[in-house]
């Protein structure tokens, strides 16, 4: 019975055409990504490890230049108690960039991205609760930088300048 589940199970989400995500190809065979930051490692580990692009340390060899124009991280309050005291944050984290040529030409326009998590928050849980804002912040980093690889696979060349 359990085998005849997980068969009709297996069945029915191939019969939707799910599909794991594969590959992330990109519109360049050599990339530049600057900075030494957390976002900046592990994009230039994940472009590495999902795509057929290489990750350069000169700009001047990459056929592509990732520019991070901002990258914010904040925190707001979002309820207090009875006492004035805080019940809840939410926390920003935002990171702007855009990819370019190096010659003038835009791979993919200036672009501000920004993933939010709210955390409940307790004066007597403080080391727990700092410990839980910086996991928050590193699955945010994750997510932002799958966003940014599913821009970078919708990048495209830039035209050539009439002429």
Do not use: W
């Amino acid at each position: 019975m359990r085998n005849a589940l997980a068969a009709f199970s297996l069945m029915l989400i191939t019969a939707c055409g799910f599909q794991l995500r594969g590959v992330a190809e990109l519109p360049f065979d050599s990339i530049h990504v600057p900075g030494s930051g957390a976002i900046a490692l592990e994009l230039r580990r994940s472009i590495r490890s999902g795509s057929r692009t290489a990750v350069v340390d000169d700009p001047q060899q990459a056929q592509a230049r990732l520019e991070f124009t901002q990258e914010v991280r904040q925190k707001e309050i979002l309820s207090l108690t009875a006492e004035g005291r805080v019940r809840e944050f939410r926390l920003l984290y935002r990171v702007g960039f855009r990819v370019h040529d190096g010659k003038g030409g835009e791979f993919l326009r200036p672009v501000s991205l920004q993933v939010a998590r709210d955390m409940t928050y307790s004066d007597a849980q403080l080391l727990a609760k700092e410990a839980e804002e910086q996991a928050l912040y590193r699955d945010m980093q994750q997510d932002m930088v799958q966003q940014i690889m599913r821009r970078l696979a919708t990048a495209r060349a830039p035209q050539a300048p009439p002429g």
